[in-house]
Nanobody, 121 residues
Framework: AHLVESGGGLVQAGGSLRLSCVDD????????MGWYRQAPGKEREMVAT????????DYADSAKGRFTISRDSAKNTLYLQMNSLRPEDTAMYFC???????????????WGQGTQVTVSS
């Protein structure tokens, strides 16, 4: 796998987790990146995205004010800091890239295998 997530786990409501995603290839810095999640029985949904150049960020309404996406190009790593977690945040979280080689899209082109986040009430 080229996108490797880590940092998931079990946390109580109100707690925090920081997810990481390492891209083991070059070209990390030129691609917009993001986090998606999928809860059991639900469709995958975008959580947060970050551009490659300006660093502009976008968040799902459910993540605004609680989650922060960031990237460290020197480490080829994407992060998602999640605070004030709620049971409804329970899902598999996926790291995504919006470029694959020289092709870029406004939809994710590459996906990691995911890391599970479980929030207990």
């Amino acid at each position: 796998a080229h996108l490797v997530e880590s940092g998931g786990g079990l946390v109580q409501a109100g707690g925090s987790l920081r997810l990481s995603c390492v891209d083991d290839r070059m070209m990390f810095s030129i691609s917009a990146m993001g986090w998606y999640r999928q809860a059991p029985g639900k469709e995958r949904e975008m959580v947060a995205t970050i551009s490659s150049t300006s660093g502009s960020k976008d968040y799902a309404d459910s993540a605004k004010g609680r989650f922060t996406i960031s990237r460290d190009s020197a480490k080829n790593t994407l992060y998602l800091q999640m605070n004030s977690l709620r049971p409804e945040d329970t899902a598999m979280y996926f790291c995504v890239k919006y470029c694959a080689g020289s092709i870029c899209s406004d939809q994710p082109l590459e996906w990691g295998q995911g890391t599970q986040v479980t929030v207990s009430s």
